[in-house]
């Protein structure tokens, strides 16, 4: 199991752009896909974007596709999640989640395809 912290909660304009970090205590971090997702007001929550263990592979929702771009530094325990073109669809709360699983991270887009999760960060965007 990892504990994960999510920092980077901002108030953004339109067309603006944020980063978002996820920092892992616990050993072996780089054993565990991690992943994105966000939750908007009054919306279920929703996945945005994967990454496996070795970061060499990505998977994304269609709707952040082209505009935001997951990342992580194994040495750093830290997974990033660099937000482009912000509009005010993307103002939510967003939540890093990590697991062991080996299984292709295109079929683990959903909430219980995820074992340990942050308690999340506020991104706002203004119109």
């Known amino acids: 199991q990892v504990q994960l912290v999510e920092s980077g909660r901002g108030l953004v304009q339109a067309g603006g752009s944020l980063r978002l970090s996820c920092v892992a205590s616990?050993?072996?971090?780089?054993?565990?896909?991690t992943a994105w997702f966000r939750q908007g007001p009054g919306k279920e929550r929703e996945f945005v974007a994967a990454?496996?263990?070795?970061?060499?592979?990505?998977y994304y929702a269609d709707s952040v596709k082209g505009r935001f771009t997951i990342s992580r530094d194994n040495a750093k325990n830290t997974v990033y999640l660099q937000m482009n073109s912000l509009t005010p669809e993307d103002t939510a709360v967003y939540y890093c989640?990590?697991?062991?699983?080996?299984?292709?991270?295109?079929?683990?887009?959903?909430?219980?395809?995820?074992?340990?999760w942050g308690q999340g960060t506020q991104v706002t965007v203004s119109s």
């Open positions: 989640a990590a697991d062991l699983a080996r299984r292709p991270i295109s079929t683990m887009v959903r909430i219980d395809d995820w074992r340990d």
């Open positions: 616990g050993r072996a971090f780089g054993n565990y896909a």
């Open positions: 990454i496996t263990w070795s970061g060499f592979s990505t």
